[in-house]
């Protein structure tokens, strides 16, 4: 029989990164649409863009303690939160990699710097 602290550790793992890694996806994919935003909105736009990457790290964020909550309920919420915060740490970590590391494929180094 599997120990279970050790599943426990291995779901919670898995979903940290899983998550982490969709949420910085998302995040590129919002950023590259902010210039034909701008056509649209103008100025307005990295407003619009924050909003929607608030909006899509609340919804990672809240699917990937959920996810780890329903495979194991007994959970302790001091875990969940630290799974929560890992997951947006993660995502944001790896998003801002991204940008510094292709930064000749954006358009905005000046705001990396």
């Known amino acids: ?3 279970t602290t050790t599943d426990k550790k291995k779901i919670a793992s898995t979903t940290i990164l899983m998550s982490g890694i969709i949420l910085a996806a998302l995040f590129i994919v919002l950023y590259f649409l902010e210039d034909k935003l701008a056509s649209l909105l103008g ?6 863009i924050i909003g929607l990457m608030l909006f899509v790290m609340w919804i ?3 699917s990937a303690v ?5 495979h194991k309920r007994s959970t302790p919420f001091f875990t969940l939160l630290l799974s929560g915060v890992a997951t947006a740490a993660l995502g944001s970590a790896l998003f801002t990699a991204f940008l510094y590391i292709f930064g000749s494929l954006t358009n905005s180094v000046e705001r990396i710097k």
């Open 1 to 3: 029989m599997a120990n």
């Open 66 to 70: 959920r996810t780890i909550n329903r």
């Open 43 to 48: 100025n307005f736009s990295g407003k619009v």
């Open 60 to 62: 990672t964020v809240g």
